[in-house]
């Protein structure tokens, strides 16, 4: 059995930067609250972009936030923060695609996987633990759809 579930170091660093970007608010409102040392608009348009710089962010870990199990034929999917959990025959699997992109001399990889009632899954090797061993399922069960990238 294979469990895909996200490393803790990435959800550890975003959230000291989800800390950072509120501390860096509270100073903003406070800064205007008391001494007022910029013009109105400047708060106006900081708080805003930090606001929804922060929203961005939370909502990424939040949606992030999933354990994928894989074996006995099988793909589990629990969302804890929905509440949800769905299991998927692997005959159910419509394509997967492991995407690889080079950046900064790191080798970045997603997999997406597409099921047949429209839902599709992503896992990528920076974020997810037991990514490689996911690939080597899908390979191993479900060959036929695995979709061929075409160089150009």
């Given at each position: 059995m294979v469990v895909i579930k996200p490393k803790i170091s990435t959800y550890v660093s975003l959230?000291?930067?989800?800390?950072?970007?509120?501390a860096g608010l509270v100073l903003l409102l406070r800064d205007f609250s008391y001494k007022g040392t910029f013009?109105?608009?400047?708060?106006?348009?900081?708080?805003?972009?930090?606001?929804?710089?922060?929203?961005?962010?939370?909502?990424?870990m939040m949606a992030g936030w999933r354990?994928?199990?894989?074996?006995?034929?099988?793909?589990?999917?629990?969302?804890?923060?929905?509440?949800?959990?769905?299991?998927?025959?692997?005959?159910?699997?419509?394509?997967?695609?492991?995407?690889t992109v080079l950046a900064n001399k790191r080798e970045f990889k997603q997999v997406t996987v597409a099921f047949q009632d429209h839902q599709s899954i992503s896992v990528s090797n920076h974020e997810h633990?037991?990514?490689?061993?996911?690939?080597?399922?899908?390979?191993?069960?479900?060959?036929?759809?695995?979709?061929k990238n075409k160089k150009a």
């Open positions: 959230s000291l930067i989800l800390l950072v970007l509120i013009p109105l608009w400047f708060y106006l348009v900081a708080c805003t972009i930090v606001t929804l710089v922060l929203l961005m962010l939370l909502v990424k354990f994928i199990t894989a074996g006995k034929d099988h793909i589990l999917i629990r969302l804890p923060l929905r509440g949800m959990t769905k299991t998927y025959p692997v005959s159910e699997i419509l394509l997967w695609e492991e995407e633990e037991a990514y490689t061993e996911l690939v080597n399922y899908l390979k191993k069960k479900a060959p036929k759809q695995m979709v």
